[in-house]
């Protein structure tokens, strides 16, 4: 009769051992970490998109336009902050959007009673941002994918135009030749 891990764990008490013993101590307390973790997390994503707001207010309000002297200095004065290059070049960008930027006006005119900050937070609010992610989801481009093959398609010349159009007509071959086959194939089967 050959015992199931159900029997092999009730024969033996793994806390008797001083290793597993160890291993259960730090699997407690990385679960303890990971709550904190968690924690500090949903902060630092408050406290993430609290700055973008704080910036795309402060560069409406001293009239700050992108790749002006005004956004260099922002995205400098995040790298002296603290952030990588192209993560401030990020906050740049989505801050002086132009759409960002016509809701942080529309922020600081607000006869909101609450801060301009708060007025931001609601009108992101209307149009389901709440995150950073969702910011930047939402400046996203929509991108087509078949659209930006038939631009690259278009830019082809000369030998790489040929190329491409005998790849296609050996594609097309192809899927065609397979095509048929099983369509014979299932007449076959259906007489």
Not at 19 to 24: K, Q
Not at 129 to 148: C, E, G, M, Q
Request: aromatic content about 4%; glycine content about 4%.
């Amino acid at each position: 009769m050959t015992k199931t891990h159900k029997t092999a764990a009730s024969v033996i008490d793994v806390n008797q051992n001083a290793a597993f013993a160890e291993a259960l101590a730090i699997q407690s307390s990385l679960t303890a970490l990971s709550a904190e973790i968690k924690n500090v997390r949903g902060h630092r994503d408050d406290a993430e998109f609290r700055q973008y707001m704080l910036t795309a207010l402060a560069a409406a309000e001293m009239g700050v336009k992108p790749n002006s002297k005004g956004s260099t200095a922002i995205r400098e004065a995040f790298i002296s902050a603290g952030r990588s290059k192209r993560n401030s070049e990020t906050i740049v960008q989505a801050c002086l959007n132009r759409r960002v930027a016509a809701l942080a006006k529309q922020a600081l005119s607000s006869p909101y009673t609450g801060d301009a900050v708060d007025s931001l937070r609601a009108l992101f609010l209307e149009i389901e941002i709440d995150s950073v992610t969702a910011l930047k989801r939402w400046l996203a481009p929509a991108t087509n994918i078949v659209d930006d093959l038939c631009k690259k398609i278009a830019k082809l010349d000369g030998d790489e135009a040929d190329m491409f159009e005998a790849a296609m007509v050996a594609w097309i071959a192809e899927r065609d030749a397979k095509r048929d086959a099983g369509d014979a194939g299932d007449m076959a089967d259906a007489a």
